[in-house]
């Protein structure tokens, strides 16, 4: 289903110290150096309207966690969120995930990478663009250290399958364990699982723990991205 135009935070509402753009940061990143608070961080990937950003940076107060998304609307919207909660440890990255896993991230710099809901790319022409890829998969497995988790959420089987597959393909995880619906205190983690769970439709739900194994890629050392349509970067998150 298309998605809706995004609402827009509050003309009036700063949102400098939750809302970056992908092209003002520097590669290599730790993602550690955008929050004030050194603590572990987790990432993220297609932020949409920020549900899930704002429910684990209130639970979670000693955890930093770093979204992306690649609509600047969306972006925006998630990024509202977090300024109108107050949040010290959210802050949302306008750009595509990708570029972001493969050639600005190091190596071991997230505790955990979460991917909700993401586009099915229906068409067999389009399948080239979904976001858990061979390649995103082995680049997650360099992101994450030992132990880090890997939490792949969906409605569609057959791309949670072909998912799984392709992450124990890599080598880097272990068997896929099963995870409870719902986010902290048992709200919807995102809006599409709201969505899904009030048309009595079926989610499939699994977190990957990375294992010993060495990473299998390295980070891609690129030309400088795309720029695209820009936001405003802001200062470092609370400085």
Known sequence: ??????????????????LVSLT?????????DLFATEQPVEL????GKGMFLAAATA????????????????????AGRLATAGSRNGLV??????????????????????VYFPDPWWKARHRKRRILNPSF??????????????????????????????????GQYGPPSDEPAGGPNGADRTHFE??????GAPVWRAVLRRNEQPAVVQRIVAAPVNPGPQVSPGPKAFE
């Open 1 to 18: 289903m298309p998605r809706r135009p995004p609402r827009k935070p509050p003309a009036d509402l700063d949102l400098s110290r939750h």
């Open 24 to 32: 003002s940061l520097p590669a290599p990143l730790n993602p550690a």
């Open 44 to 47: 993220e990937i297609g932020s």
């Open 59 to 78: 639970a979670e107060p000693r955890r930093n966690y770093l979204g992306i998304e690649v609509s600047g609307g969306y972006a925006r919207l998630a």
């Open 93 to 114: 990255i306008h750009g595509d995930a990708m570029q972001l896993c493969a050639n600005l991230l190091g190596d071991r710099c997230v505790a955990g990478v979460h």
């Open 137 to 170: 998969l082995r680049h997650t497995g360099r992101l994450l250290p030992p132990g880090g988790r890997l939490h792949i959420w969906t409605d569609v089987e057959e791309y949670f399958l072909e998912a799984v597959a392709a992450a124990a393909a890599t």
């Open 194 to 199: 709201r969505r899904t769970r009030l048309a």
